[in-house]
């Protein structure tokens, strides 16, 4: 079974970097597609980017389009999301995702396509 571990987080100043780490176990992440997703305080989970699981197709939420970039490394399995400029608007937990049963190649926003999720990482930007 499928288990992921974010790490990476922690507090930065606006228009700092952060890197996270999606550690996957269990079972090859090499053909499943991924992504990440967020949740503020108080808010409903918001998509922030995906990936195929080749690698070859990303997809990203407006708000993080050009700051963020989703990226994997299958012989490692792991998946990353690198942030730059970084706003108070991106305060959130940051959860890592897989969809395990879906076996094409085509990255999607929709939450309820992901089936495994792993416990999440806080990130803070201070203004």
């Known amino acids: 079974q499928l288990q992921l571990v974010e790490s990476g987080g922690g507090l930065v100043q606006a228009g700092g970097s952060l890197r996270l780490s999606c550690a996957a176990s269990?079972?090859?992440?090499?053909?499943?597609?991924m992504g990440w997703f967020r949740q503020a305080p108080g808010k409903e989970r918001e998509f922030v980017a995906a990936?195929?699981?080749?690698?070859?197709?990303?997809y990203y939420a407006d708000s993080t389009k050009g700051r963020f970039t989703i990226t994997r490394d299958n012989a490692e399995n792991t998946l990353y999301l690198q942030m730059n400029s970084l706003i108070p608007g991106d305060t959130a937990v940051y959860y890592c995702a897989a969809r395990t049963y879906y076996s094409g190649d085509y990255p999607t926003e929709d939450h309820r396509e992901y089936d495994c999720w792993g416990q999440g990482t806080q990130v803070t930007v201070s203004s």
């Open positions: 269990g079972r090859t992440i090499r053909n499943v597609a």
């Open positions: 990936i195929s699981w080749s690698g070859g197709r990303t």
